[in-house]
C-alpha cells in the first residue's frame, strides 16, 4: 500500500485525531473558524486516494473556484513533492504517482461534475452548495468504485447538508459519522482572540 511509503508531515491535534481515526465511509466535519479544517481535509484526502488503487480519480470540490483555491494550496503543502508526477494548472489537476488525479472542481455550474468514476471525494463548504450537486452528481459519481467522502465546513442554517450531518450523529447509519467541535477546542489558537471575534459579531452568527 502506497500509503506505508509515503510520509505526510501532519501534527494533528486532538479533535483532528479522533475524525482522523474514523472508519466511517462518509465523515462530516463541522467547525468554527480557524480550527484546522482545511487542512485536516487535505490530509485524509491524500491519504485515502493513495490507499486506492493506481488511476484512482479524486474530486477536491468547493462551491466556487476561489473557494477551491484554499483546497489547492494545502494539497500543495501537505503532498509529499517527490509523488507528484504533473500539475496542469488550467485544467486544475494534479496528478501523482500511479496516475493517481486530484481534479479540483466548482460547484456553481451545473453537471460539472459529471461523468468520472471518484474513487475519493472532499467537498469543502458543503453548506454553500446545492443539495442536487451532491444527490445527482457527486454521490452516484462514488457508486462504481463504492468511493468514501468527506466532509469539512461551517453550517449554514438547516439544508440538506445538515440533514446529512444529522444523519451522521445516528449509530445506526453506520456508513456516516459526523463531528463537531468549537474553535476553542484548537489548543493553537489563542482563547482570547476568539472571545474578542464573539464579542464583535451578532450571537446567532457567533454560533
Not at 480519480?57 to 509523488?83: D, L, N, S
Not at 454553500?128 to 449554514?156: C, N, V, Y
Request: aromatic share 12%; with cysteine; hydrophobic share 35%.
Amino acid at each position: 500500500m502506497l500509503t506505508q511509503r509515503v510520509q505526510i508531515k501532519f501534527t494533528r491535534h486532538e479533535g483532528q485525531s479522533l475524525f482522523h481515526a474514523s472508519i466511517a465511509r462518509f465523515r462530516l466535519l463541522a467547525c468554527g473558524r480557524r480550527w484546522g479544517k482545511t487542512k485536516v481535509g487535505a490530509v485524509e484526502f491524500l491519504l485515502m486516494l493513495l490507499s486506492c488503487d493506481e488511476g484512482s480519480v479524486g474530486y477536491c470540490v468547493a462551491p466556487t473556484f476561489a473557494h477551491t483555491r484554499k483546497q489547492w494550496k494545502e494539497i500543495k503543502y501537505y503532498c509529499p513533492k517527490e509523488i507528484i508526477t504533473g500539475i496542469n494548472l488550467s485544467a486544475h489537476v494534479i496528478t501523482l504517482v500511479g496516475n493517481r488525479e486530484i481534479q479540483f472542481k466548482s460547484a456553481d455550474g451545473a453537471d460539472s461534475m459529471r461523468g468520472d468514476a471518484v474513487a475519493v471525494l472532499w467537498m469543502d463548504e458543503g453548506a454553500q452548495i446545492q443539495e442536487d450537486r451532491w444527490t445527482l452528481e457527486l454521490r452516484p459519481s462514488l457508486m462504481d468504485t463504492h468511493g468514501k467522502a468527506i466532509f469539512t465546513g461551517t453550517p449554514a442554517g438547516k439544508n440538506w447538508y445538515f440533514q446529512l450531518f444529522t444523519r451522521g450523529q445516528d449509530p445506526s447509519q453506520t456508513d456516516y459519522q459526523s463531528f463537531a467541535f468549537s474553535s476553542y477546542t484548537n489548543p493553537y489558537l489563542d482563547p482570547k482572540e476568539i472571545d474578542e471575534f464573539k464579542r464583535d459579531m451578532p450571537e446567532l452568527a457567533y454560533r
